[in-house]
């Protein structure tokens, strides 16, 4: 609770808490040289995400494809070396940061509850978060009234051709959608043409030039390693070695 699933973490805001993460990864560490198993039984079901220590987006299989796409590409564009990159391995961890500052500054969106639900006999992997848009807009010290209405939706990603070897799961970026997240107003105006319908991501990211396309482009995969699970945690790491924790969801009577 004190680091908000770690997101008090991030440096880009400030230098706070950061022995938490030390913590962190220590008992991260300690969990993962327990007796777990890990199983398709064991992993099937609904989660929810605790605590990572990297943006909490990353948990999506659309930006492990994307980080998989940017990391293993050879070179460093352009622009990424203007921006200070240096190494090409790490090419993702700009663009995640600088997609924060587009979408996060301001407080003009807000991400909330992020679920996954992971379904071997369909080979389907799905995520989904919710997200508020202009949740507070007011003029500074005088305003006392909203400017700007609040709305959002449900984000929900779908990959399918899920596998588990050992205790890495594997899958392929599908589709993706905005639906409605319950207790928040659609989109104006543009609700009906542009939410509940599903994205082909997997065709048009083959097209893209910097995937290979538009002529046999590399498929959208990704991956994570399972470092720990029981009957209530979960335990997972990108490419990268984030740290991502989840949780099963309480009851609903609860």
């Not at 706070?16 to 962190?24: D, F, L, V």
């Not at 991260?28 to 995400?49: F, I, Y």
């Not at 622009?79 to 500054?105: E, Y």
């Not at 082909?200 to 097209?207: N, Y």
């Amino acid at each position: 609770a004190l680091t908000d699933r770690g997101q008090r973490l991030n440096t880009l805001v400030a230098d706070t808490y950061q022995e938490k993460r030390g913590q962190m990864a220590e008992l991260a560490d300690k969990l993962a040289a327990m007796p777990n198993e890990v199983t398709q039984a064991s992993l099937e079901g609904e989660w929810e995400l605790a605590y990572a220590d990297v943006e909490l987006f990353r948990s999506s299989p659309f930006f492990l494809a994307i980080e998989k796409a940017l990391d293993t590409s050879p070179g460093i564009p352009w622009l990424g070396k203007q921006l200070g990159i240096t190494d090409p391995t790490k090419k993702s961890s700009m663009f995640f940061k600088l997609h924060q500052l587009q979408v996060l500054s301001w407080g003009a969106s807000t991400v909330g509850r992020i679920g996954q639900r992971i379904d071997f006999s369909k080979g389907e992997f799905e995520s989904e978060f919710d997200t508020v848009i202009f949740g507070l807009t007011v003029i500074p010290i005088l305003g006392w009234f909203k400017l700007l209405p609040t709305f959002g939706g449900r984000v929900v990603t779908l990959a399918d051709g899920l596998k588990l070897e050992g205790n890495e799961m594997t899958m392929e970026l599908a589709k993706t959608q905005v639906v409605t997240c319950p207790g928040v107003k659609r989109l104006p105006l543009v609700a009906n043409f542009f939410m509940d319908k599903w994205y082909p991501v997997r065709e048009v990211w083959k097209l893209l030039p910097w995937n290979g396309g538009p002529f046999n482009g590399r498929a959208p995969d990704c991956g994570v390693t399972v470092t720990y699970v029981d009957d209530t945690m979960r335990l997972t790491k990108d490419m990268s070695g984030a740290l991502f924790v989840y949780t099963r969801p309480l009851p609903e009577r609860f």
